[in-house]
């Protein structure tokens, strides 16, 4: 747990009059983080060491009351929200009697392992000195720490970091006698890398602890320079997975080969009619509901510095798909992509048979205005147009035997993109400060590429939401060797302290 902080400072009313410093804020919290390096790295690595799969509720249910001892020895008073069926919500609420409230987004809950594919055990934080690939060596969990060292355990990217930082922060401020310039609210959700399907259920059952003025989503990596960044959206996200039928058992190839039609070529042609070489969907009514970029969005990208020759460079990639593009172009754009195909086998596990079947996994992100509903309306038209009949359940003999081409589509849940408003007052104020933290060197990104349940927190709430990263941008989420660079969990401190201590003043 924390060190003892001195609570009756850190709750006492904001003191707009004579707001503090930038400069002795920023210099608190570094003095601070120099000085206590060791007992955060010590609690990130115990936070780490929880298992924290949605589906695993007891080691769930273990990462929120742990949580919970964290929050509550920052100064939060804390209770964990509960619908039925779902990992509980972590919510915390520290009242500095301020005007304006900020709501904090965090998410506690992890990917899906495969251990065998990582250089050290998920569950098990491991300090190197670098990526693996790069030659990274495992070093004591000791201080004196070098910044540019990394940890490495699930979720240390993707989203634990912001749970130690944001107590820190606090504890930082705290000792210098520094009061929050705002209310701080935390949500902390349990089941968003599951696509958080109880996330409306919570807005409604406690809509009256969940106001706020800003809603702040602290999940994410910064830019790719390494700079500060403030994403103002997401890409919304539907997926469906799609099958098409041959012959109703496998069949010789040599002895129906160029007779019996082969589900495999189907299907690759199928998406090939979907998507073109550069990118673009070519399922006629995709692009009918985008909404242009405002001015503001595009002046806000023109000043991001461009990545695509280092990205390029550090991904291998011999082109992009539209060279002319910039990446944070693109990001603008919604995307159609293939997340897998599956049938037969290949290498040692390839056979000489026509299959009855083959599979796809296909993804589309989404911009602002267009609808799950819409693009399942549009993708389901552009497959009958290609001679399909489409059928929602395994089909029978008699169906297969009925119709030339048979395909099975099955959605899953989805939701729109969102995106705020860059002038909106609270919004303006916090790209000001850290604009102002960073000397002019912040990264306004309108749109990030992932998806997160952003629409519905808006569409619900009503207040803005900003997503304030803090992630190095190679921290491998969502796969093997996920990992956090040490700086960016000291910066993380830093950047809280400021922004508690400062947007409301």
């Known amino acids: 747990m924390l060190s003892m902080i001195l609570l009756p400072a850190l709750l006492a009313p904001a003191q707009a009059d004579n707001p503090p410093d930038l400069v002795a804020i920023q210099q608190t919290a570094r003095q601070y983080i120099e000085l ?64 304006q409230t900020v709501m904090v987004y965090v998410h506690y809950d992890g990917q899906p392992v495969q251990p065998e594919l990582w250089s050290s055990d998920p569950w098990t934080p491991t300090l190197r000195t670098d990526l693996v690939e790069r030659g990274g060596v495992t070093v004591p969990p000791e201080a004196p ?75 994410g990596p910064v830019h790719q320079t390494r700079r500060l960044q403030l994403a103002y959206g997401v890409r919304g996200h539907v997926g469906f997975n799609l099958r098409v039928y041959g012959p109703l058992r496998p069949l010789h190839s040599g002895h129906y080969g160029n007779w019996a039609p082969n589900p495999i070529a189907d299907l690759t042609h199928l998406l090939a009619s979907m998507r073109g070489p550069d990118g673009r969907a070519l399922i006629d009514g995709f692009y009918e509901q985008v909404r242009a970029p405002t001015p503001a969005e595009l002046s806000a990208l023109d000043r991001i510095p461009r990545v695509d020759i280092t990205m390029r460079q550090e991904l291998a990639l011999g082109r992009t798909e539209i060279p002319e593009q910039r990446l944070e172009r693109r990001l603008l754009e919604p995307a159609l992509n293939f997340r897998g195909i599956q049938a037969g086998g290949t290498g040692e596990g390839s056979r000489n048979i026509i299959l009855p079947s083959a599979d796809a996994s296909v993804e589309i992100r989404l911009v602002p205005d267009q609808t799950p509903a819409a693009i399942r309306e549009a993708v389901e038209r552009h497959i009958r147009e290609q001679g399909y009949e489409l059928v929602e359940t395994e089909p029978t003999p008699e169906q297969r035997q009925a119709q030339p081409r048979l395909a099975r589509i099955d959605w899953g849940d989805g939701y729109p993109a969102y995106r705020s408003d860059m002038t909106q007052p609270l919004v303006a104020r916090l790209g000001q400060l850290m604009d102002e933290m960073t000397s002019g060197e912040l990264v306004r990104l309108p749109t990030m590429g992932g998806s997160l349940p952003l629409y519905i927190i808006g569409e619900r709430m009503g207040a803005p939401i900003v997503i304030l990263p803090v992630a190095n941008h190679d921290n491998n989420q969502h796969g093997r060797d996920e990992n956090l660079r040490l700086q960016n969990l ?16």
């Not at 000291?490 to 003043?505: C, M, R, T």
């Open 36 to 99: 206590n390096q060791q007992q955060m790295l010590d609690q990130f690595s115990d936070l780490l060491s929880i298992p924290n799969v949605a589906s695993d509720l007891p080691n769930i249910r273990r990462n929120a009351r742990h949580i919970v001892g964290l929050m509550e020895s920052a100064g939060f008073d804390m209770q964990l929200l509960e619908v039925e069926g779902a990992p509980p919500v972590v919510f915390g609420e520290l009242n500095a009697g301020a005007e």
């Open 490 to 505: 000291w910066d993380a401190v830093e950047i809280y302290a400021v922004v508690f201590a400062l947007l409301g003043a």
């Open 145 to 219: 720490f070098d910044p540019e060292w990394r940890l490495f355990g699930r979720s240390a990217g993707d989203d634990k970091a912001p749970v130690i930082a944001i107590a820190h922060a606090l504890a930082a401020m705290s000792r210098s006698g520094v009061q929050p310039s705002v209310n701080i609210k935390l949500f902390f959700d349990g089941e968003e890398e599951a696509g958080s399907p109880h996330l409306a259920q919570f807005l409604d059952r406690y809509e009256h602890l969940l106001g706020a003025d800003l809603w702040l989503f602290c999940d």
